[in-house]
Nanobody, 116 residues
Framework: QVQVVESGGGSVQPGGSLRLSCEAS????????MAWYRQAPGKQRDFLGS???????DYADSVKGRFTISRNVAFNTAYLQMNNLKPEDTAIYYC??????????WGQGTSVTVSA
């Protein structure tokens, strides 16, 4: 079964940290990239960053220096380390997995709330 599952969301105070995980099912082979997006209430879904099999990463300017994307050796799991979280980081965080085709798979999202 093809599946992408995000986890690790929750509630945190401003200045806190969270680490999100994105796991792609083993049936998704030939992954070219894993990317993170977020969507705040009433807003569009925004790109945060991505990682390639060789470890290359790129980030949106809005999260550079605060968010870090990493992966496991098998490249079927990606992580999003979020530091110094702000109330405006409150959103549903989504993972997108891209394989050759290109074919995209999205997860259902994990909720992050940043409030005092």
């Amino acid at each position: 079964q093809v599946q992408v599952v995000e986890s690790g969301g929750g509630s945190v105070q401003p200045g806190g940290s969270l680490r999100l995980s994105c796991e792609a099912s083993k049936s998704i082979v030939g992954i070219l990239a894993m990317a993170w997006y977020r969507q705040a209430p009433g807003k569009q879904r925004d790109f945060l960053g991505s990682i390639r099999p060789n470890g290359f990463t790129d980030y949106a300017d809005s999260v550079k220096g605060r968010f870090t994307i990493s992966r496991n050796v098998a490249f079927n799991t990606a992580y999003l380390q979020m530091n110094n979280l702000k109330p405006e980081d409150t959103a549903i965080y989504y993972c997108k997995v891209v394989r050759a085709g290109p074919i995209e798979y999205w997860g259902q999202g994990t909720s992050v709330t940043v409030s005092a």
